[in-house]
T-cell receptor
Framework: GQSLEQPSEVTAVEGAIVQINCTYQTSGFYGLSWYQQHDGGAPTFLSYNALDGLEETGRFSSFLSRSDSYGYLLLQELQMKDSASYFCAVRGGGGADGLTFGKGTHLIIQP | KAGVTQTPRYLIKTRGQQVTLSCSPISGHRSVSWYQQTPGQGLQFLFEYFSETQRNKGNFPGRFSGRQFSNSRSEMNVSTLELGDSALYLC?????????????FGPGTRLTVT
């Protein structure tokens, strides 16, 4: 099976940088993705990593280390609207398995 | 371009009944996935369809089933409802199967089983 571990809650200050870590276990790793979900809203796609390294999209960056089965999401210049839950998700089985989500990290932004 | 739509948005059913939920993907998207979201278990994968074929299935009992039509629209069915089936059911579409896992989620159907 597949499993992911991420912190349940992280608190940060507006304007600062925060990193949300994710470790995973899967066979036939295919890719790691990140989603954001605001309370009462639907998850929205943020980023995807299939190869080692950093992917940057505006204020958000995502990193992957396949040898360590580890990834993180980096949020810079935090804004109050970034308060949300962030999920990492992994697809294994060489791409044949369904997408397995972590339990999510609730990010709290303080002014 | 219109987003993913799900109907109905809210549903109240009684134990033992069955329910059918509908999902219309973004135009041009051929892959549809279904998820169950609950406070305790989080987002759990139900099944994924591409070109009318179920490509994979999560760890749910056989009471949960789905299908995809030739226009990529998808339905999921839950038979013999149990109290524990109360959840938000989310549908997500993507251009194709596999790839970047960039999925677009619908607003969900909130199912309450009494």
């Amino acid at each position: 099976g597949q499993s992911l571990e991420q912190p349940s809650e992280v608190t940060a200050v507006e304007g600062a940088i925060v990193q949300i870590n994710c470790t995973y276990q899967t066979s036939g790793f295919y890719g790691l993705s990140w989603y954001q979900q605001h309370d009462g809203g639907a998850p929205t796609f943020l980023s995807y990593n299939a190869l080692d390294g950093l992917e940057e999209t505006g204020r958000f960056s995502s990193f992957l280390s396949r040898s360590d089965s580890y990834g993180y999401l980096l949020l810079q210049e935090l804004q109050m609207k970034d308060s949300a839950s962030y999920f990492c998700a992994v697809r294994g089985g060489g791409g044949a398995d369904g997408l397995t989500f972590g339990k999510g990290t609730h990010l709290i932004i303080q002014p | 371009k219109a987003g993913v739509t799900q109907t109905p948005r809210y549903l109240i059913k009684t134990r033992g009944q069955q329910v059918t939920l509908s999902c219309s993907p973004i135009s041009g998207h051929r892959s549809v996935s279904w998820y169950q979201q609950t406070p305790g278990q989080g987002l759990q994968f139900l099944f994924e369809y591409f070109s009318e074929t179920q490509r994979n299935k999560g760890n749910f009992p056989g009471r949960f089933s789905g299908r995809q039509f030739s226009n990529s629209r998808s339905e999921m069915n839950v038979s013999t409802l149990e109290l524990g089936d109360s959840a938000l059911y989310l549908c997500a579409s993507s251009l194709s199967w596999g790839g970047s896992d960039e999925q677009y989620f619908g607003p969900g159907t909130r199912l309450t089983v009494t």
